[in-house]
């Protein structure tokens, strides 16, 4: 009898100690790291008929519910307590920009789900022009009085702290590195909206890039913010680049590295922000020089942005939209001046 009373004690035990993380985390509050399904970068498997192209990564779409659905936006941390972060291999565009000292990450999901995502933090006055041609909610830890006030006169939904439903402390990281969300919950705060206009001009899967004076580079390195390094190295077998942050690959939960398809360097002027001088923001509305790289090849481009509601275009040096590779994009917010160093 004694026996058989252990026994029924011993899984008891471990559920409660599970449930209440031991310091760690478990499975209640973190949900499923990595992708749900296919990420941005894979095609649709099975034999399911393609339906059309998804609009943030050109891939080809066989769900009709994520093809039309919204996007949403949602600001990650970079700080290296930050890292290993959460659900970044599911976005499909991740763009990041210097904030006192570090960087952050402006991450646009559509295409495809993860079960955990972030750590999240707070909103910069740049943000809102960033998120608003996505359309969507805007997914934030919190901000100052004046910030909040420019995500408000952008017109943006925005989704904060104060949503329990979306946003949740997790067990086993310690503020402000701890707060996390899921694809799920925040295309529920989306709604039935439309979906996003089309990110780029996309080419066809496997298609070798055709922007004007594509040279070859088989890696390149820069410096996003003072003392934070940047690394991609071209992988010709898996056709992505595979990133490394200050000399380390950049993996997140689950071992996956961060690879994504094109690497934008976007020149963009920052400015101070009036209402706080320690608060530099990029300024993403008007038009600059840039480089793209996609396929293991360097274009040189310009970017242009009519307004805070229109996407940004990339254009060649023979004036033409430059096709990107089908995928997850990333875009870096990178000081006018600051080139990369090269292989």
């Known amino acids: 009898m004694k026996r058989k009373t252990i026994a029924l004690l011993v899984p008891l035990v471990l559920a409660l100690t599970a449930a209440c993380g031991g310091g760690g985390s478990s499975a209640a509050d973190v949900g499923q790291a990595g992708p749900i399904g296919r990420g941005p970068n894979e ?6 008929p393609v339906i ?19 996007a949403v936006t949602v600001k990650i941390d970079n700080n290296a307590q930050a ?29 495809a789900d993860a079960g955990v995502v972030g750590p999240v933090r707070s909103v910069r006055p740049g943000d809102p022009h960033i998120a608003k041609p996505f359309g969507g909610p805007l997914v934030f830890s919190g901000g100052s009085a004046p910030v909040l006030g420019v995500v408000r006169a952008a017109g943006i939904p925005q989704v904060t702290e104060n949503d329990r439903e979306t946003l949740r402390r997790r067990s086993g990281r310690r503020a402000p590195h701890n ?21 780029s001009p996309f080419l066809a899967l496997g298609a070798a890039p055709t922007a004007a004076g594509a040279t070859p580079v088989p890696a390149f390195r820069l410096s ?34 961060l690879s994504p398809r094109n ?20 300024e993403v509305i008007g038009s600059g020089e840039a480089l793209v790289f996609m396929g293991g090849m360097q274009v040189r481009a310009r970017w242009s942005k ?27 917010l990178q000081t006018p001046g600051a080139a990369p160093s090269i292989g």
């Open 263 to 282: 690497v934008i360097v976007q020149y963009t002027p920052y400015v101070t922000f009036p209402d706080d001088p320690k608060v530099r923001y990029p």
């Open 179 to 199: 707060l996390y969300t899921d694809t799920t919950s925040m295309f529920r705060k989306a709604g039935a909206g439309a979906a996003p206009p089309a990110f």
């Open 52 to 70: 059309g192209n998804f609009p943030l990564t050109g891939m080809p779409a066989v769900d009709a519910t994520k093809l039309r659905r919204p």
């Open 224 to 257: 996003p913010a003072p003392g934070v390094t940047a690394q991609y190295q071209w992988d010709a077998a898996e056709a992505v680049w595979k990133r490394s942050t200050d000399g380390r690959p950049h993996t997140l939960e689950g071992g996956a590295q």
């Open 83 to 111: 890292r290993p972060q959460a659900g970044l291999e599911a976005a499909d565009v991740i763009y990041e920009e210097f904030t006192e000292g570090i960087t952050r990450f402006v991450v646009v999901f559509q295409s």
């Open 43 to 48: 095609p649709p498997g099975g034999s399911a």
């Open 306 to 332: 009519s307004s805070a509601a229109a996407m940004t275009t990339f254009t060649d040096t023979a004036g033409r939209p430059i096709a990107l590779s089908p995928g997850q994009t990333w875009v870096h």
